[in-house]
C-alpha cells in the first residue's frame, strides 16, 4: 500500500459511503424514459455476442431506432448490468452510485495533489458528492453517461499527473493514461475537453517543472486520438449525416452567435443551480437570445472579464481561481453552443464543470478558517459550513425520490415544464398500460389542446377508445390521425381491424387497398 493511501485511506472510505449514502435511496428507483430503449428494449444490450455492433452503430440502435448518439462503453455497462441484474433497476443504479463514489475519490486525490490542501479537496469532493445538481446524473439510469466518462477521463487525468514525475513506471502509467482517456471518448463524447484539461493542470501544478515542448510531446497521443475520434464521428459515426443534433434548421442551429449570446444568459441559470438548487427542473427552458445588448449578455461579458482579470491579477500568490475559470469553460465548452447539440440547457451538463464552483467555495471556508482564530467563531464557522452541506444532503435526497417510478416523474416534471409534450406522452402512454384509461384520455386531450399537430397522440387516444368499445370515437380519432400524417400506416392498420370488428366490409376495402 503506498504511503498516499495509507494516509488518506480513512478520507477515502469517508467519501465512498457518504456517496452510497446520499444516493442510497435511489435503490429501489425504477427504469424508465430513455432508460426502455437503452436497455429495456435494446437488443444489442441484452446479446453479449453482438458487442461489436456497440462500436459500429447509433446508441439506440438495438432498440431498432436511430440517433446520432455514440456511446458504446456505456452500452457495455449496461450489458454488463444486464448480464448480472436482468431488468432489475437495482443492479443499475447501484452501478451510478459506485461511479459517482469513486469520481469523488479521483477529485480528492486531483485537488489534494494540485493544491498541497487535504481540507481544500476534502471540501471539494463533499460538495461535489452531496450537491443536488448530480441528481440528474445519477438518479437517472440513462444519465450514467457523465459519471462514466468522468471516471475514466479523471483515472486517466490522475495517471497523468504521476507521468510528471517520470517515476520507473512511466511507460505503464502513459499506456493506462491513454486507454482511459479513449475509453473517456467511447462513454460520451464530452471527453474531448481532457488534453486541454491536461495542459492545464501542467501549467497549474508547481512541483514538476518540465519543458512546454515535453509536455506538448507527452500529449501528442491524446491530441491526436482526439482528432481522428472527431474525424470518425463527422464521417463514418455520424449517423444523422450532420453537425446538427436537431431534427430540423432553426435559428439557434444555423447561428454560432445566437448560440454563443444564449449561453452568455444561460451561464447566470448555471450558477444559480449550484448556488440555490431549490428548484431542479429535468426538461429546463431558456430563451434565445439574438441581440448582444442583451441585459444578461452585457452582464456576463463583465462578469467574465473581471473574473478573468482578477486571476490573472492574484495567478503569482494564488492560482486556484484562474484554474476554476479555466476548468469551468473547458468542461462547460462541449455544452456552449459552439456544437449544435439538441438542448441548450440540462442540469447533468454541470456534473463535471461544477467541480470549479465547489473548489472557489473548499477555499473561501479555508480562507476564513484561516482568517479567524478564536474558537468560537471557527465553531460558528465549521457549524454553518455543516448545516450548508446538511441542507444540501436533504434536497438530494428529496430529489432522488422525484425519480422513483415513471409517474411521479412525469407529474412533477410537468408542473415545472407544462409545454414538455413529449413528457406528457410518455405520462398518458404510462397511465395507459397501468390500466388507467381515463387519466391516459385526459392527458392525450391536453396534448391535443396544446398542440395537435402529432398523428401518434390521436392514434393512441383512439387505441384506448377501441378497447373500450366507443368504435365511433375510436374512428374519428384514426382519421384525424391520418389527415396529420396521410402515411401513419399504424392507424391504417387499427382502422382495417376496427371496420372488421363492426363488419363495416366497404370501409375495411376501402382501408385495404391503402396498406
Avoid at 112 to 119: A, D, E, I, V
Avoid at 185 to 199: N, R, V, W, Y
Avoid at 444 to 461: C, F
Wanted: net charge positive.
Amino acid at each position: 500500500m503506498s504511503k498516499s493511501l495509507k494516509r488518506n485511506i480513512f478520507i477515502y472510505i469517508f467519501i465512498f459511503i457518504l456517496g452510497f449514502l446520499t444516493y442510497v435511496n435511489i435503490l429501489s428507483n425504477k427504469l424508465f424514459y430513455d432508460d426502455e430503449e437503452l436497455i429495456y428494449q435494446n437488443y444489442y444490450v441484452q446479446n453479449p455476442r453482438l458487442l461489436p455492433k456497440y462500436f459500429t452503430e447509433n446508441m439506440v440502435a438495438g432498440a431498432g431506432k436511430k440517433s446520432n448518439m455514440y456511446r458504446p462503453v456505456l452500452l457495455t455497462s449496461f450489458a454488463l448490468d444486464y448480464a448480472v441484474w436482468k431488468n432489475n433497476p437495482l443492479g443499475y443504479h447501484l452501478t451510478s452510485i459506485i461511479l459517482h463514489a469513486a469520481n469523488g475519490i479521483f477529485i480528492f486525490i486531483f485537488i489534494n495533489w494540485l493544491f498541497r490542501n487535504k481540507l481544500l479537496a476534502f471540501l471539494t469532493s463533499l460538495l461535489f458528492i452531496i450537491h443536488p445538481v448530480q441528481t440528474e446524473a445519477i438518479a437517472y439510469a440513462s444519465g450514467r453517461t457523465d459519471p462514466l466518462y468522468s471516471f475514466f477521463g479523471l483515472s486517466s487525468l490522475l495517471l497523468f499527473t504521476s507521468l510528471l514525475k517520470k517515476d520507473k513506471y512511466f511507460i505503464a502509467k502513459y499506456i493506462f493514461s491513454i486507454i482511459f482517456f479513449i475509453l473517456s471518448l467511447l462513454s460520451k463524447e464530452t471527453a474531448i475537453i481532457f488534453p486541454a484539461i491536461f495542459l492545464l493542470t501542467y501549467f497549474t501544478q508547481k512541483e514538476y517543472k518540465t519543458s512546454v515542448k515535453k509536455i506538448l510531446l507527452i500529449l501528442m497521443p491524446f491530441i491526436v486520438i482526439t482528432i481522428i475520434y472527431i474525424f470518425l464521428r463527422l464521417t463514418v459515426l455520424n449517423f444523422a449525416n450532420t453537425l446538427n443534433f436537431y431534427r430540423e434548421e432553426n435559428l439557434y442551429s444555423q447561428n454560432l452567435l445566437v448560440r454563443l449570446l444564449t449561453f452568455f444568459a444561460v451561464f447566470f441559470q448555471y450558477f444559480s443551480i449550484i448556488f440555490l438548487p431549490y428548484e431542479l427542473v429535468f426538461a429546463r427552458s431558456a430563451p434565445i437570445i439574438v441581440s448582444p445588448l442583451n441585459l444578461w449578455v452585457i452582464i456576463f461579458i463583465f462578469a467574465f472579464l473581471t473574473f478573468l482579470i482578477l486571476s490573472l491579477v492574484l495567478r503569482k500568490t494564488n492560482n486556484l481561481f484562474i484554474f476554476s475559470f479555466f476548468w469551468f469553460f473547458i468542461c462547460i465548452f462541449p455544452v456552449s453552443g459552439i456544437i449544435p447539440i439538441n438542448n441548450i440547457i440540462a442540469e447533468h451538463y454541470l456534473y463535471l464543470p461544477s467541480v470549479a464552483f465547489f473548489l472557489i467555495a473548499g477555499f473561501l471556508f479555508c480562507f476564513l478558517y484561516k482568517k479567524y482564530h478564536r474558537a468560537n467563531q471557527r465553531i460558528l464557522l465549521i457549524f454553518l459550513g455543516t448545516i450548508i452541506c446538511l441542507l444540501l444532503f436533504l434536497r438530494t435526497v428529496t430529489r432522488n425520490t422525484h425519480w422513483h417510478d415513471p409517474i411521479t416523474f412525469y407529474i412533477i416534471s410537468l408542473k415545472q415544464s407544462p409545454w414538455h409534450i413529449p413528457m406528457r406522452h410518455n405520462l398518458a402512454m404510462t397511465y395507459a398500460e397501468k390500466g388507467d384509461l381515463e387519466l391516459a384520455i385526459s392527458q392525450y386531450k391536453q396534448i391535443i389542446e396544446t398542440s395537435d399537430v402529432y398523428p401518434n397522440t390521436h392514434h393512441n387516444l383512439a387505441n384506448i377508445y377501441k378497447n373500450q368499445g366507443r368504435y365511433k370515437e375510436a374512428e374519428e380519432e384514426y382519421q384525424k390521425a391520418l389527415s396529420l400524417d396521410p402515411n401513419f400506416r399504424f392507424s391504417y392498420v387499427e382502422l382495417l381491424d376496427l371496420y372488421q370488428k363492426t363488419g363495416e366490409k366497404d370501409k375495411a376495402d376501402t382501408i385495404r387497398k391503402k396498406l
